[in-house]
T-cell receptor
């Protein structure tokens, strides 16, 4: 299955700043998914990122707040803009593929704390 | 966003006991997945289910794809301390949009 590397693994950020999370995959993948996991909560899909097209955002998430880039088939970035304490979460990158069809493989996540 | 209802929310069990958790939805899914998340890590796939009624095992873990395609359960037999973690179900659908939706999670604690 694909190996996903996310950077940073964790960061402490100041209110009002922006942070870009990088996701690198060791193989070419068509679809990449960005999830948010708020403290003690489940995973909520932010957006689906396909190479060569605009990301598709879920209800409640907008491009101005969470711009996504997908420059090639192995890399994507998610930016959390103008951060507030409510953005403190784990952000997870995932791709399809692994042990069978229709499964997701996840990176270790990026834990952001906004002060 | 949309989530699947998972129960129980949390459970404390003694080592050696069997564990059962389930996941329900108002929507039909094509695939049911079960993941385990350890602290500081991303979720790791345990079992994938592709057909209604399918029963699949992975070591001490057994999961079933409900007949109605709206539910699934996961059993863990003879629990051990390393089973501690959060278990998530997930459903895959292409109805409307192509996406994976996660359950609310079951936090498992094993008492040695």
């Amino acid at each position: 299955s694909a190996v996903i590397s996310q950077k940073p693994s964790r960061d402490i950020c100041q209110r009002g700043t922006s942070l870009t999370i990088q996701c690198q995959v060791d193989s070419q993948v068509t679809m990449m998914f960005w999830y948010r996991q708020q403290p003690g909560q489940s995973l909520t899909l932010i957006a689906t990122a396909n190479q060569g097209s605009e990301a598709t955002y879920e209800s409640g998430f907008v491009i101005d707040k969470f711009p996504i880039s997908r420059p090639n088939l192995t890399f994507s970035t998610l930016t959390v803009s103008n951060m507030s304490p409510e953005d403190s979460s784990i952000y997870l990158c995932s791709v399809e593929g692994g042990s069978g069809a229709n499964v997701l493989t996840f990176g270790a996540g990026s834990r952001l704390t906004v002060l | 966003g949309q989530q699947l209802n998972q129960s129980p929310q949390s459970m404390f069990i003694q080592e050696g006991e069997d564990v059962s958790m389930n996941c329900t939805s108002s929507s039909i899914f094509n695939t049911w997945l079960w993941y385990k998340q350890d602290p500081g890590e991303g979720p790791v796939l345990l079992i994938a289910l592709y057909k209604a009624g399918e029963l699949t095992s992975n070591g001490r873990l057994t999961a079933q794809f409900g007949i109605t395609r709206k539910d699934s359960f996961l059993n863990i037999s003879a629990s051990i301390p390393s089973d501690v973690g959060i278990y998530f179900c997930a459903g895959f659908t292409t109805s409307g949009t192509y996406k994976y939706i996660f359950g609310t999670g079951t936090r498992l604690k094993v008492l040695a």
